[in-house]
């Protein structure tokens, strides 16, 4: 077992990895890189249409090999960078390895285009039903996305542009929204109280205070500083959105900017569709919950300000960073001994960054390098009960990887809708397992965080994407503004929360804080997929008991080798049917009513 004596917060350890990237061996690893990848470049000649299944799946492997090790000098950098955004040696190193990375994608495209474009559909089939089954729903798949594949030479003109357009775009947001210092604002009586905070996690955490008065100066401070930028954050969003459009519309040929991710991700915009539907049906159950809350804390009608606020005054418990990862650990042992021994390797070999400083990049993470390297974990741990939970989120995260790591690196991470159900799945074995220690009083108020959590990551990340769908088409069909764009937010969240909660005019600037509108489109709906499919999975793990751990240790060591539909269906779950995803709603509807009984 895990010495919990030695768990401190701290930075991660990035030197298994490379031990500096000013070292000999990081020059020549990268030299190494570039050497194999011209040498692969000698193999345009032999593809051919009758090339022997042996060469094809041995050229697979060259391919694999060459992004393992592009993957240790790339991931180096971006790690570095996220452990300290301010740094201009990290972010000029973040830069080589992009534009290293796009020089290897660049160089070794021929054998993906050959195979996507050029390849007759008789020896395409050939090649997948001869080639190891693990990699045959990933070749599927690319021949899938082929009709929306350009010919080499202009694959290469838009990866090389990527660099200094789209890459760079998001890290000017990136450096100026890690680097924005708030002004909170305090009235008592005739004075007022100026407090800066550098770190712009330290101000959210004020957003889950039990002063009413702090959660609105702490909105108010971020909102006034991101309108104060809106025109610079704005018109970057738009650049985004319009390149989204021009190459992948225009372009390529998808049929809307969300069917890129969705194809992507190897999932069917029905299923996408009929889970964003049925979101929208369910909005009502927030409604009811919304209102009981404002009862519990006492006043008659909710603030957007206090959508998050505890719903006791008393002093809220904070843990150390040892109790932390001790009640995570337990919890994931409990569960399965591989969710707690794959955990602790992560404290072993130190690769979690945990302490809060300025400079570090806000939020949380988990970085999977290759799979059999044990991913690496960002936390800005700050005691709060809400640090734990992230931290077992990420933590499952880990889990997924690892129990994924027999798979080679091209099938090994799970598709997007799929990449959050160990994460999830690890939060609520968290909150079950302390929701069974606690007296009345306490599961009343823990129940109403659970609730308030399922509201953050199910219905407010399928209205964000919803708003996503909306801000593309207006970008690219109409001459908006940036404060059209912030009047059609607004409009969002009117039909969010309907009449269940005031909201201020301020939050028409929250699309501008939001990091994935920016950096991956569409990006949101995972969140709602994930946390439902979760719903209905511990559902089951609750009917059938340890019976329940070898399906859900099937889903989640596929990594991306099945596509989610076939996976979860061959497990017992129809995702393409509206009533699997009202399993989760059914679920939330009983603990908001299980609420209601505690009054």
Known sequence: MLNYSNIKLGKWDLTDLVEDSSTKKFAELVDDIKKRVKKFEDNRRILKPDLSISIFEGLVHKIENILQDLSTVNSFAHLKYAADTSSNDAA??????????????????????????????????????SISAVYREYLRHKRLIAKYSLH??????????EVTGLSALIKIYDRMTNNFEFTVVKKIGNKKIIKTFKNKEKLISLVRSPKA????????????????????????????????????????????????????NNIDDSTTDTLLSVCRQNAHLFYDYFLEKAKLIGVKKLRRY????????????????????????????????????????????NHIDSEIRNGKSGGAFCYTVSPQRTPYVLLNFDGMMRDVSTMAHEFGHAVHSMLASNKPILVSHAPLPLAETAS?????????????????????????????????????????????????????????????????????????????????DDFKWEWLYIPHFFHTPFYCYAYSFGNLLVLSLYQQYGKEGKSFVSKYLKILSAGGSEKPETLLKDCGFDITEASFWQQGFDLIKMKINKLKEYE
Do not use: C
């Open 92 to 129: 000029a190193l973040v830069l080589q390895m992009e534009k290293l990375s796009s020089q290897v994608s660049n160089q070794i495209l021929f054998f993906d285009l050959w195979f996507k474009k050029e390849l007759d559909k008789n020896n395409v089939q050939r090649l997948i039903d």
């Open 152 to 161: 080499e030479s202009e694959e290469k003109i838009i990866n090389t542009l």
């Open 213 to 264: 008065e702090e959660r609105e100066y702490a909105y108010k401070a971020l909102f006034k500083t991101y309108k104060k930028n809106s025109g610079v954050l704005g018109e970057i969003y738009q650049n985004i959105v319009t390149q989204w459009r021009d190459e992948n519309i225009s372009i390529r040929g998808f049929t809307s900017p969300i069917s890129v991710r969705n194809i992507y």
């Open 306 to 349: 206090d959508l998050y606020a505890p719903i006791s005054n008393s002093n809220i418990a904070k843990f150390t960073f040892k109790n932390a990862a001790k009640v995570v650990l337990d919890t994931f042992h409990k569960f399965d001994p591989r969710f707690g021994t794959y955990t602790e390797r992560l404290f072993r070999e």
């Open 424 to 504: 999830v799945f690890g939060e609520i074995l968290l909150n079950e397992e302390i929701y069974k220690s606690l007296n009345r009083q306490k599961k009343q108020i823990f129940l109403a965080e659970q609730i308030d959590d399922m509201y953050a990551t199910i219905m407010r990340q399928a209205f964000f994407t919803i708003f996503e769908i909306e801000a593309h088409k207006h970008i690219v069909e109409q001459n908006v503004t940036i404060d059209n764009i912030a009047n059609l937010y607004m409009n969002n969240l009117r039909n969010q929360f309907g009449n269940s909660i005031h909201i201020s």
